[in-house]
């Protein structure tokens, strides 16, 4: 077990890094929000608004050679993985400049180069994805990390117990943090689970278990970095559940009239970009600073909507192609 | 030539697989110190260790979603499932996640991945552990489907299908385990999506796979007797499919008849018969009939299992019925 320590010496470089980040995915995804409204974007999207805390300080606790799997909500996880935002744009505005060639959308986005196994529609799927891939660092001898990013709703699923039963058996080096937003679509956790904190199941496995703020980027990081050291020294996986809320509906377009507004208003006090914004001016950063990032964000992510809306669109013979990797026409056309 | 079973060609085909490429690891129930219900890995813990033999816990959702993830990485898992029946508790990594990743990541990742399962009736092992499922994989586009029917083709198309980079299904029928035929000593690859002529005939083909070929041979012998001389065209794999070897047959018999032993409605054999009816109407001199498995649960009483699933008899009929049809 480990505790967050509040002593911790941070640079200042990573503690503008970690707010760039929060910020650049709270620009991103406030941006998708006005494209939906206007009819620009299609499908389904799942906005982190009022998670970033919890996404940011996961990522900062990893190398660039760890793997992470997503969810359906994981714009977050890919920016924080470093992701670019104008290929991410892209892909959700379906053009081929994007990372799958506009052919994943907002739930698919991947790039096994930056450690992302994809993010998944389907709630739970990317445990055993990211078990398996700790399994393959585990065959190897290689020190990489595997971090399985789910929600509240996928704990429940058999792919969680499945997993982290196998991984914890065979000490596979992987860190399974759950995002504990409160709200499975509309099923609030407490009324389908009987346990305060789902951390706590990590005793049924006999693996460490923390349950952290997951508004408080810094307890995050602290929190998933033990876990990662923990993993990497070949001690086996962990379970880091962050206690956050999601700002918005389910995906856009949801009044979340299921959640009371009084308790959506008591976390939009807690907003973890404010919060962390408030402690960098303790720590003597500058104002301007400050904002100079919020401009240059600002600035990112309107070119970024700029390039996707610019892009072309895949070309239609493109709808059969990567099917398969060989014998691909034979295979698609019977 | 040497006389193997097909649970040993499989063996076979496996080791000498893993000997040539570390990344080629195999998970399932029983995959250690028992080495398979059946045989198949046989000694691979002593000699590959526990990394790459990796015996899993029940819990076919959850390591065939690993193997998804490992493959991701560049690993190369032979998954086996004890029984295609329990396939239902692990579609979602087969059907959402493998099948799918390359095309969802716009050709990024390949899933090098095969899944091995056992299949079919005849061994009293009723509803639950007896089904042919083929027709739940040729669905779903981004799957392979092989289905064999003898230790040579099974030695063959196992080795292609663990050195294909897409996700493979290969199902082995239960009751050819213990077939034995002649297999090559030396190296046997055999491509996937090539089928193979099983017996020359000009009057009718039967269009087969797996058990249901054995059964389509001895219908062939028993309708020599009648004078009527058939084909028997052996799939081997569904997809790829095979369509110039179907085409070539049908253009020479122009009649047919296809087998399988899953459940008639849906099934793969409407499949053909639809592509055939669609391509090559006008070489038809008869409507294309389908022998199936009854659309029933698999029983377990004997005469009712044997009722079940298709055999030569009824074969013999189907063909009677195609090559004596009159407009």
């Known amino acids: ?334 | 030539m040497s006389k193997l079973s097909m649970s040993k060609a499989i063996r076979e085909a496996i080791y000498e697989e893993m000997l040539r490429d570390e990344n080629v690891i195999v998970m399932g129930e029983d995959m250690g110190r028992m080495g398979n219900p059946f045989g198949i890995t046989e000694g691979f813990l002593d000699k590959f260790g526990p990394d790459r033999v990796v015996e899993t816990p029940i819990c076919e959702s959850g390591f065939t979603g690993m193997a998804v993830g490992a493959a991701m990485r560049g690993i190369r898992p032979v998954v086996e499932l004890m029984y295609v029946d329990f396939i239902g508790v692990a579609m979602d990594p087969v059907m959402n996640q493998a099948a799918k990743m390359r095309y969802m990541t716009g050709g990024q990742v390949n899933i090098p991945m095969v899944v091995r399962a056992p299949m079919g009736a005849g061994r009293r092992n009723a509803g639950q552990h007896s089904q042919c499922l083929e027709t739940l994989f040729t669905h779903i586009p981004g799957l392979k489907v092989v289905s064999p029917s003898t230790p040579a083709d099974a030695k063959g198309l196992l080795k292609s299908a663990i050195r294909d980079e897409d996700p493979v299904i290969f199902l082995e029928h239960k009751t050819l385990y213990a077939i034995k035929d002649e297999v090559p000593e030396e190296e046997h690859i055999i491509p996937l999506g090539e089928a193979d002529v099983k017996r020359e005939g000009k009057d009718v083909t039967i269009i087969a796979w797996s058990r249901q070929v054995l059964f389509a041979l001895e219908a062939a012998k028993e309708l020599e007797k009648d004078g009527i001389d058939a084909e028997v065209l052996d799939l081997r794999t569904l997809v790829p499919l095979d369509w110039e070897a179907i085409k070539k047959s049908v253009c020479k018999t122009h009649n047919v008849v296809i087998v399988q032993e899953g459940y008639r409605r849906s099934g793969y054999a409407g499949e053909i018969a639809t592509q055939i009816m669609e391509e090559l109407f006008d070489e038809l001199d008869s409507p294309v009939e389908r022998v199936a498995g009854l659309n029933t649960v698999p029983p377990f009483s004997p005469p009712l299992e044997d009722a079940f699933f298709p055999n030569s008899n009824d074969i013999v009929k189907a063909v009677k019925k195609v090559v004596n049809f009159k407009l």
Not at chain 1, 15 to 25: A, S, T
Not at chain 1, 121 to 140: D, E, F, N, Y
Not at chain 1, 285 to 298: P, S
């Open chain 1, 1 to 334: 077990m480990w505790i967050h320590l509040n002593e911790k010496q941070y640079s200042k470089e990573m503690l503008l890094h970690m707010y760039e980040n929060m910020l650049r995915i709270r620009k991103f995804e406030t941006k998708l929000t006005e494209c939906f409204m206007k009819g620009m974007l299609a499908g389904n999207i799942h906005t982190c608004v009022g998670q970033e805390a919890t996404v940011v300080g996961t990522c900062q606790a990893l190398e660039k050679r760890d793997f992470i799997t997503s969810t359906h909500r994981g714009h977050g996880h890919c920016i924080a993985k470093g992701a670019k935002t104008d290929k991410m744009m892209a892909e959700l505005f379906g053009k081929v400049t994007g990372y799958c060639r506009g052919k994943g959308g907002s739930m698919h986005v991947a790039d096994i180069s930056l450690g992302i196994l994809g993010a998944n529609g389907i709630v739970g799927a990317g445990i055993p994805i990211a078990t398996g891939s700790g399994l393959t660092s585990k065959i190897r001898k290689s020190d990489e990390v595997t971090l399985s990013f789910f929600g509240d709703g996928a704990s429940n699923h058999g792919t969680f117990h499945e997993s982290i039963n196998m991984a914890a058996a065979w000490k596979l080096p992987v860190v399974y943090l759950c995002e504990n937003n409160q709200y499975g679509v509309s099923v609030n956790i407490n009324t389908v689970t009987n346990t305060e904190n789902i951390a706590v199941r990590a005793q049924g496995y006999g693996i460490p278990g923390i349950t952290v703020d997951g508004n408080d980027v810094l307890a995050v990081y602290e929190a998933v970095k033990a876990a990662v050291q923990y993993a990497r020294e070949g001690n086996g996986p962990s379970i880091v559940e962050c206690k956050t809320y999601r700002m918005r509906g389910h995906y856009e377009g949801d009044p979340a009239a299921y959640r009371s507004k009084e308790v959506t208003e008591e976390w939009r006090k807690k907003d973890p970009i404010d919060r962390f914004r408030a402690y960098l001016l303790t720590l003597g950063i500058e104002d301007d600073e400050l904002t100079a990032i919020e401009g240059a964000m600002d600035k990112e992510i309107e070119e970024a909507t700029e390039f996707a809306i610019t892009s072309p669109y895949p070309d239609v013979s493109e709808v059969t192609l990567d099917v398969y990797t060989s014998d691909n026409e034979r295979s698609v056309i019977r």
